[in-house]
């Protein structure tokens, strides 16, 4: 493999950068009465500035993500975290970033703001991809492979044998999306992370733990690249409340497994329902929560079901995607609303 010199893959402007440097960092030890910050010293606890490294939050996340604190930052949402990278790794108009197609929007859009060129790759029939085709679009000036396993909106866990001979040819970074990890029966690269100096993990609250509306991501990578991570994102950038929603969901945690389990069945009573309908032409297998479902005709589906008050995604112009709809795991309750819509169309 091309030798992987992390120096070599940053903006120079970014390697040599000096961050903000936040009030309460510049003080260590005891103390009780901040005047450091120009806060208001009324409206308790909102009044103070959040924790710019959100230490409390990483060492309950640890506890069930494994890794170490050192090893994690958070970004509000996994947007942040992927827009991060563009801004830390890719010169404008200059580098280059390859991905599979079709995969999760943000990665196109976030290239676009940052000017940067995005490069595709059509994943094969069985949405799965080959590292060979991905390294042939590689260049001088590629510095991000985008990986998403389970992919979004195909469903399926990527190859982890081509995952792996991206990692050990290319000499820049690859992310791994892992926003669905949690409802896959394939295990988290993130036991893998001191392995591989070139790995960034993304995983989310937004999906498993129930909480798309706090808006918190986590990115795993080596101390050395989340270290340029947490230097180039705002300092501030997880507010107080999304830190205090995320320590009581970590101390709830048994309540997100029951969660899983539901949607996880329902996932497989909702894959049972969908084979009846003589409009379904293909279930593709999934690993998150969600199906992809290949229909006669996607568009004439979709509108139905807005008449009937259910929104799906109609994912009909994505490329490898013609007449497919992906249909969000509900509860049983919006489920049973869903298959009721589905047979009204059938009629
Ligand atoms: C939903 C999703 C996310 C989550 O993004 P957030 O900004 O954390 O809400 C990330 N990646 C993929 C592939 C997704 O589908």
Same mark, same amino acid.
């Given at each position: 493999m091309a030798k992987f010199e992390l120096e070599k893959l940053v903006r120079p402007n970014i390697w040599k950068l000096e961050p903000y440097s936040c009030a309460r960092t510049?003080? +260590?030890g005891e103390a009780s009465t901040f005047l450091d910050a120009n806060e208001n010293p009324y409206n308790d606890p909102y009044n103070r500035y959040p924790d710019p490294f959100q230490v409390e939050v990483k060492k309950q996340i640890v506890k069930v993500k494994g890794s170490t604190p050192k090893n994690i930052c958070l970004g509000n949402g996994s947007d942040e975290t992927i827009d991060l990278m563009y801004r830390i790794f890719c010169e404008p108009k200059v580098d280059n970033v390859v991905a599979i197609e079709p995969t999760y929007g943000m990665?196109? %859009?976030c290239a676009d703001i940052n000017n940067v060129e995005y490069r595709t790759v059509l994943l094969d029939e069985n949405y799965q991809f080959t590292a060979e085709s991905l390294l042939a679009k %590689?260049?001088?000036n590629t510095k991000v492979?985008? &990986?998403?396993s389970p992919n979004n909106p195909t469903g399926n866990a990527l190859n982890d044998a081509e995952i792996t001979k991206i &990692?050990?040819?290319?000499a820049g970074i690859v992310v791994v999306d892992e926003a669905y990890i949690d409802f896959s029966s394939q295990e988290s690269w993130v036991a893998k992370l001191n392995e591989h100096a070139n790995l960034v993990i993304l995983q989310t609250f937004s999906k498993a733990w129930g909480s798309a509306g706090i808006r918190l991501g986590m990115a795993f990578a080596s101390e050395e690249i989340i270290n340029l991570m947490n230097k180039v994102k705002y300092p501030y950038n997880i507010n107080i409340l999304t830190q205090k929603q995320a320590l009581t969901l970590l101390?709830?945690?048994e309540k997100v497994d029951e969660w899983r389990k539901i949607i996880l069945a329902e996932r497989e009573q909702l +894959?049972?329902?969908l084979g009846k309908f003589s409009f %379904?032409?293909?279930i593709y297998p999934t690993d998150a929560n969600f199906i992809l479902v290949k229909v006669s005709e996607a568009n004439k589906l979709y509108s139905h079901l807005v008449g009937c008050g259910v929104i799906v995604r109609n994912r009909n112009s994505v490329s490898l995607c013609k007449n497919c709809v992906r249909i969000s795991v509900g509860s049983p309750e919006e489920n049973k609303e869903l298959v009721k819509a589905l047979t009204s169309f059938s009629k």
């Amino acid at each position: 493999m091309a030798k992987f010199e992390l120096e070599k893959l940053v903006r120079p402007n970014i390697w040599k950068l000096e961050p903000y440097s936040c009030a309460r960092t510049e003080f +260590t030890g005891e103390a009780s009465t901040f005047l450091d910050a120009n806060e208001n010293p009324y409206n308790d606890p909102y009044n103070r500035y959040p924790d710019p490294f959100q230490v409390e939050v990483k060492k309950q996340i640890v506890k069930v993500k494994g890794s170490t604190p050192k090893n994690i930052c958070l970004g509000n949402g996994s947007d942040e975290t992927i827009d991060l990278m563009y801004r830390i790794f890719c010169e404008p108009k200059v580098d280059n970033v390859v991905a599979i197609e079709p995969t999760y929007g943000m990665y196109r %859009v976030c290239a676009d703001i940052n000017n940067v060129e995005y490069r595709t790759v059509l994943l094969d029939e069985n949405y799965q991809f080959t590292a060979e085709s991905l390294l042939a679009k %590689v260049d001088g000036n590629t510095k991000v492979i985008w &990986l998403c396993s389970p992919n979004n909106p195909t469903g399926n866990a990527l190859n982890d044998a081509e995952i792996t001979k991206i &990692l050990n040819s290319f000499a820049g970074i690859v992310v791994v999306d892992e926003a669905y990890i949690d409802f896959s029966s394939q295990e988290s690269w993130v036991a893998k992370l001191n392995e591989h100096a070139n790995l960034v993990i993304l995983q989310t609250f937004s999906k498993a733990w129930g909480s798309a509306g706090i808006r918190l991501g986590m990115a795993f990578a080596s101390e050395e690249i989340i270290n340029l991570m947490n230097k180039v994102k705002y300092p501030y950038n997880i507010n107080i409340l999304t830190q205090k929603q995320a320590l009581t969901l970590l101390a709830g945690k048994e309540k997100v497994d029951e969660w899983r389990k539901i949607i996880l069945a329902e996932r497989e009573q909702l +894959t049972k329902e969908l084979g009846k309908f003589s409009f %379904v032409e293909k279930i593709y297998p999934t690993d998150a929560n969600f199906i992809l479902v290949k229909v006669s005709e996607a568009n004439k589906l979709y509108s139905h079901l807005v008449g009937c008050g259910v929104i799906v995604r109609n994912r009909n112009s994505v490329s490898l995607c013609k007449n497919c709809v992906r249909i969000s795991v509900g509860s049983p309750e919006e489920n049973k609303e869903l298959v009721k819509a589905l047979t009204s169309f059938s009629k």
